[in-house]
Each structure stands twice: as structure tokens, then as C-alpha cells.
């Protein structure tokens, strides 16, 4: 079975605090992807990975960073915690094919305050 | 800008009967198609995939894809209550970096 699993499930942090969330995948995927949920706008893609290192912009990377110094984890930062950032955030990976089913972590729901 | 749209729903059915979503994409050169479930407050499960125009069928999913009309819809037959969720249409952009661009959703009610 595939497995992704995400450091947090709950976390509330203060406005200006640097957030870390993590991500990791025990099925050798290469692509990875970090994805926010908010009601009514659905899911919007902030980053994705598609090997160690390698990083690609998604629709919405403003106020994100990632990093991906090994293949299994994917790591989210926000440099400077907003409250527009209290979101459901959600990580998925899936093999680089093209069939692209990606698998999702349980989520983490960040409360900026 | 890539889109996928759903019904609007909120959709409630009663148990038993057939519940119908619908999916429209706007890029042709889509090939992949994905319905996944979410419960409130879990994350996304993937239900089916679907690649050839057509319908594919696993247990009382049945997922229909027609590339021309760029419309994928999925029925599920012998609704029950514990299918109550929201369900997410996904469209792969083909490529191997594999991205999904998700609709909006479909809140599915079934009611006893």
C-alpha cells in the first residue's frame, strides 16, 4: 500500500513564525506535490518536486518555499506565517509515468494566528 | 489557464438509487481522468482512473469517459449513506511531471 504521511495533523502557529511542514512517502515516487484547501476555492497547487532538488512553481507559490533534499520527503516552509495562510494543507506523490494517479497524505490544518 | 468543472450540486439521493456526477475539462490533450472522495476533514482517496473513452466499472462505481465531448462522469449504483462525501474530478496535464488540475468538487448526500 502507498503511504504518505505528513508530519502534523493540527498546528497553529503565530503571525511572522517560520512554518515547516513535512511530507514523506515510503513508494520510491519521484513527483510530489504540495496542494492548499480552502472552501469554495478547492484545491490549489502551491509546489511540486519532480526529483531530488528540483523544484516547479504551481498556481499559487506566493509566500511558499519547498525543499527536497532526498527522494521520500518534501518539505513545505512559509517563511513568514500569515493568516490568509490558515489552510487544510495537503501533500500527494506519484510515480513519474503517465498515468499521474497521485496519492494523498492525511493533511495538515494550519491556524495562523 | 487549464479548467475542470463539476456539477454544482450539492447532489442528495436517496439510498438505492443511482447517483450521477459530472465532470467537463477544457483541454484537449488531456489523456488522464481521476475521481477521487473525500470525507470531511480527511484527504482525498482515489476511487477510479480512467484513460480510453468509454466505461470502466469497479463494483458499484462506473466511470465514463468521452474525450470528444471532453466530458467524464461517474455513476454510483446502490447508493448508501456511507457514500455521503465530496467528490473531486481530476485531469492530468500529460506530461511526466504528472499534475492534476481538480474541480471544484460535488457534495453527494444520500439519505436513508
Known amino acids: 500500500d502507498v503511504k504518505v504521511t505528513q508530519s502534523s495533523r493540527y498546528l497553529v502557529k503565530r503571525t511572522g513564525e517560520k512554518v515547516f511542514l513535512e511530507c514523506v512517502q515510503d513508494?520510491?515516487?519521484?513527483?510530489m506535490f504540495w496542494y492548499r484547501q480552502d472552501p469554495g476555492l478547492g484545491l490549489r497547487l502551491i509546489y511540486f518536486s519532480y526529483d531530488v532538488k528540483m523544484k516547479e512553481k504551481g498556481d499559487i507559490p506566493e509566500g511558499y518555499s519547498v525543499s527536497r533534499e532526498k527522494k521520500e520527503r518534501f518539505s513545505l516552509i512559509l517563511e513568514s506565517a500569515s493568516t490568509n495562510q490558515t489552510s487544510m494543507y495537503l501533500c500527494?506523490?506519484?510515480?513519474?509515468?503517465?498515468?499521474?494517479?497521485?496519492?494523498f497524505g492525511p493533511g495538515t490544518r494550519l491556524t495562523v494566528l | 489557464q487549464k479548467e475542470v468543472e463539476q456539477n454544482s450540486g450539492p447532489l442528495s439521493v436517496p439510498e438505492g438509487a443511482i447517483a450521477s456526477l459530472n465532470c467537463t475539462y477544457s483541454?484537449?490533450?488531456?489523456?488522464?481522468f481521476f475521481w477521487y472522495r473525500q470525507y470531511s476533514g480527511k484527504s482525498p482517496e482515489l476511487i477510479m482512473s480512467?484513460?480510453?473513452?468509454g466505461d470502466k466499472e469497479d463494483g458499484r462505481f462506473t466511470a465514463q469517459l468521452n474525450k470528444a465531448s471532453q466530458y467524464v462522469s461517474l455513476l454510483i449504483r446502490d447508493s448508501q449513506p456511507s457514500d455521503s462525501a465530496t467528490y473531486l474530478c481530476?485531469?492530468?496535464?500529460?506530461?511526466?511531471?504528472?499534475?492534476?488540475?481538480f474541480g471544484q468538487g460535488t457534495i453527494l448526500t444520500v439519505h436513508p
Open positions: 513508494m520510491d515516487h519521484e513527483n
Open positions: 500527494a506523490s506519484s510515480w513519474r509515468r503517465g498515468t499521474d494517479t497521485q496519492y
Open positions: 480512467i484513460y480510453s473513452n
Open positions: 481530476a485531469v492530468g496535464d500529460g506530461t511526466s511531471y504528472g499534475k492534476l488540475t
Open positions: 483541454d484537449r490533450v488531456s489523456q488522464s
